[in-house]
């Protein structure tokens, strides 16, 4: 190879014990390439490989990597000097292996410092996404904001200008052999460039996993154009906000919030719980759920229930339920949350820190008093 080329890392995702696939080449997508054909391609660059390395020891050495979670270091003596194999395996929150870091090239080159990568599990039964400490590596997300297990619309809210809401929300609430998807969001960040993550997914429904195991790459780069909305999108948004609307995608069966399509509810505590479900009353859950019949055919529906609030109260709140269009088989509805009202005060997250005295903590308080205090920073008196 010619000298001064940085060679990259490739990225092989292993979500799923049947597939294997290259995700990303460095800092560019790869969108779940066939590895066989991007390994040999990458070979015949540095054809003096032939002579005493195969593709077959190298697809040795990457299940090594895969199934034992062992890193690589392999030194090829060739014609032309020595080079170099380097895996790296990427961890999920359960010591698995997410995916893996691959380079090869003359053990002269200048190797580049692999972008930080994480792997993460969404979990259909408990509506949670379970992220290893790691995560906290990537731009956009601190060590104070850690969270073992976060709801998929913990995971929405923490991504701006972004529009593929839809297409991750059907893989995951109907995992099916064979779905994947690989996007890219923004990721703000409160204390330094924003953050730029490209996500990788695949459906899984097995004996280990009912739902999809992830892998987050951190792809930001310090030039890289901020991404924004779409200008009707601003506006929408804008005009629920000062009409007082709040909208949100409810998934009816798991009776837990799956997005908010406007600005939240500020008297529903929906973040940083240990169990999604938690946002409503244990003894009301059983009605919303059985609503979802209704909605799949396209009735709207209304019910009023119980919704936790920040002072570890529940806020009496009526739900308007219309069916998600294009989720007809599915219990995903969009619900319009309206407080109702009465003489019990509510606690604002904007205006007042959660509870420090709960005898029975139901979330993450700390993270969310650390994410209070951030938010209360940048917002306008």
């Known amino acids: 190879m010619r000298n001064g080329v940085v060679i990259p890392w490739m990225t092989i995702e292993t979500l799923t014990p049947d597939a294997m696939s290259v995700v990303s080449m460095g800092e560019d997508p790869r969108g779940f390439a066939d590895w066989q054909r991007a390994l040999q391609r990458l070979l015949t660059k540095m054809p003096v490989l032939y002579d005493t390395f195969s593709t077959a020891r190298l697809a040795e050495a990457m299940r090594r990597t895969r199934d034992q979670a062992e890193e690589v270091d392999v030194r090829i003596p060739t014609r032309s000097g020595p080079h170099e194999l380097k895996i790296r395996p990427v961890f999920g929150p359960a010591g ?16 580049p410092r692999p972008r930080a990568a994480v ?39 923490r991504m701006s200008a972004f529009d593929r809401h839809a297409e991750v929300l059907d893989l995951l609430y109907e995992p099916k052999p064979g779905d994947k998807l690989q996007f890219e969001a923004t990721v703000p960040n409160t204390s330094g460039p924003v953050g730029r993550w490209r996500i990788t997914i695949r459906a899984r429904d097995d004996q280990r996993t009912r739902g999809a195991w992830l892998l987050i790459e951190d792809v930001s780069a310090a030039d890289a154009p901020i991404g924004s909305a ?12 000062r009409a007082g609307t709040h909208l949100a995608v409810v998934q009816l069966e798991h009776t837990s919030i799956s997005h908010w399509l ?33 909605v799949r055919v396209g009735d709207t529906a209304s019910v009023t229930v119980r919704a936790l609030n920040y002072a570890g109260d529940y806020t009496p709140t009526t739900l308007l339920l219309y069916p998600y269009p294009g989720y007809s088989s599915r219990q995903l509805a969009i619900a319009q949350l309206l407080r109702v009202a009465d003489d019990v005060p509510v606690l604002e997250p904007h205006r007042h820190p959660p509870d420090t005295h709960l005898s029975a903590p139901i979330g993450y308080d700390d993270q969310l008093r650390h994410w209070l205090a951030g938010h209360l920073k940048r917002s306008p008196a």
């Open 96 to 111: 698995d292996v997410h995916a893996m870091r691959l380079w090869l090239g003359p053990a002269t080159a200048r190797i």
């Open 119 to 157: 792997g993460a599990i969404w979990d259909m039964t408990t509506q949670t996404v379970q992220q290893p400490s790691g995560i906290t590596q990537l731009t956009g997300i601190s060590a104070e904001e850690y969270l073992p297990r976060m709801s998929i619309a913990g995971l929405f809210h």
């Open 230 to 241: 779409a200008l009707e999108r601003i506006g929408l948004r804008e005009a629920h906000r």
């Open 262 to 294: 406007t600005d939240p509810a500020p008297w529903v505590r929906w973040d940083y719980l240990f169990r999604p479900i938690d946002v409503f009353h244990p003894d009301d859950r059983a009605r919303l759920a059985e609503l979802g019949d209704r």
